[in-house]
Nanobody, 122 residues
């Protein structure tokens, strides 16, 4: 069983930045697909960004150019750097993991964190 813990959420003004972290309980970051998802009140969960075990990356159109995903394979942590934040980025952000595939942006994820709240408001 893999446990994931997100951190780094909070309240930020429009145009500001946050960096989310996803720490895994087992050494999986170099070998698993890791994805970031978000769910806003009253909306379905959506994929934000992900990285496959083969380093392929995906970004949703709504965050391209503003969010950057990276991973530290030594510390076993995946980061989501969020810049130029907008009120519509407000949501609970989740990280998720699964065995490595060729393309991280499709299919189901097996392990999920508890989520971290991101609120963008003036």
């Amino acid at each position: 069983q893999v446990q994931l813990v997100e951190s780094g959420g909070g309240l930020v003004q429009p145009g500001g930045s946050l960096r989310l972290s996803c720490a895994a309980s087992k050494f999986i970051v170099p070998f698993y697909d890791i994805g970031w998802f978000r769910q806003a009140p009253g909306k379905e969960r959506e994929g934000v960004s992900c990285i496959s075990s083969s380093d392929g990356q995906f970004y949703a159109d709504s965050v391209k150019g503003r969010f950057t995903l990276s991973r530290d394979t030594v510390k076993n942590i995946v980061y989501l750097q969020m810049d130029s934040l907008k009120p519509e980025d407000t949501a609970v952000y989740y990280c998720a993991a699964r065995d490595g595939t060729r393309w991280c942006a499709t299919g189901q994820y097996d392990y999920w964190g508890q989520g971290t709240q991101v609120t963008v408001s003036s």
